[in-house]
């Protein structure tokens, strides 16, 4: 089955613990992005991916980071969470870069 | 920024009724997206309509797509329980890059 995973699902840690957030795809895609979405805010767009080790800043970058080591894998790291990053994260995948977004299922991070 | 404003914020129908949603955004496009999402769980990709349509149907679902006043609309006929959910358009600009930029989206819920 065509899927984008994300682990964990939940997750509650304290103000500078570094955490890691696991996403993978098994349908061979190129671009991989990472949002977190806000009530009011919408999804905002943290990293995305085009391709193994092509990483970019999406509109809220700010105390995360990414690598893309193999295509199938995009993990998002927190390496000093702070309690502004409690959100609900998303990793979305895609063919094309403009094209159909499929995304896991979410990750509800809170920061204490 | 090519992100698209939703409208109305929420809706609330009786089952069986037509729900229209519009989505608005400022610059041109390749194509725009629409996606559903379920309280709390990932987006689903609904229907992709390129800049040189008008009109896209698929199943109970038609989208409009007028360029010229950079806005699109999202009708679902006799609506059930099962599309209550937020709805989100997500217009794709220029360039390469992985860009679908979210907006708040709208929230429908379908009565009973």
């Known amino acids: 089955e065509a899927q984008v995973t994300q682990n964990p699902r939940y997750l509650i840690t304290v103000t500078g613990k570094k955490l890691t957030v696991t996403c993978s795809q098994n349908m061979n895609h190129e671009y991989m992005s990472w949002y977190r979405q806000d009530p009011g805010l919408g999804l905002r767009q943290i990293y995305y991916s085009m391709n193994v080790e092509v990483t970019d800043k999406g509109d809220v970058p700010e105390g995360y980071k990414v690598s893309r080591k193999e295509k199938r894998n995009f993990p998002l790291i927190l390496e000093s969470p702070s309690p502004n990053q409690t959100s609900l994260y998303f990793c979305?995948?895609?063919?094309?870069?403009?094209?159909?977004?499929?995304f896991g299922p979410g990750t509800r991070l809170t920061v204490l | 920024s090519q992100q698209g404003e939703e409208d109305p914020q929420a809706l609330s129908i009786q089952e069986g009724e037509n729900a229209t949603m519009n989505c608005s955004y400022k610059t041109s496009i390749n194509n725009l997206q629409w996606y559903r999402q379920n309280s709390g769980r990932g987006l689903v990709h609904l229907i992709l309509i390129r800049s040189n349509e008008r009109e896209k149907h698929s199943g109970r679902l038609r989208v409009t797509l007028d360029t010229s006043k950079k806005s699109s609309s999202l009708l679902i006929t006799a609506s059930r329980a099962a599309d209550t959910a937020s709805y989100f358009c997500a217009p794709a600009g220029g360039g390469a890059t992985n860009k679908l930029i979210f907006g708040t989206g709208t929230l429908l819920a379908v009565q009973p």
């Open positions: 979305a995948s895609s063919f094309k870069g403009q094209g159909e977004q499929f």
